[in-house]
């Protein structure tokens, strides 16, 4: 029981976790510029979702 739970929790993070990575390269793909402070932000923000 707790074991499935914990399967659920992790995938439901990990897939979180890949629509915001996807998020943050399509805002730098249609912003077309490498600005590295949004990119700085967006893998802090990753981090600690994760």
Known sequence: MLKEIRMIWHRFWFR???????DCLDARTRARLL?????????LVL????
């Open 35 to 43: 600005q590295k402070a949004d990119f700085h932000n967006c893998w």
């Open 16 to 22: 979180l976790y890949m629509t915001l990575l996807q």
């Open 47 to 50: 981090n600690k979702g994760a």
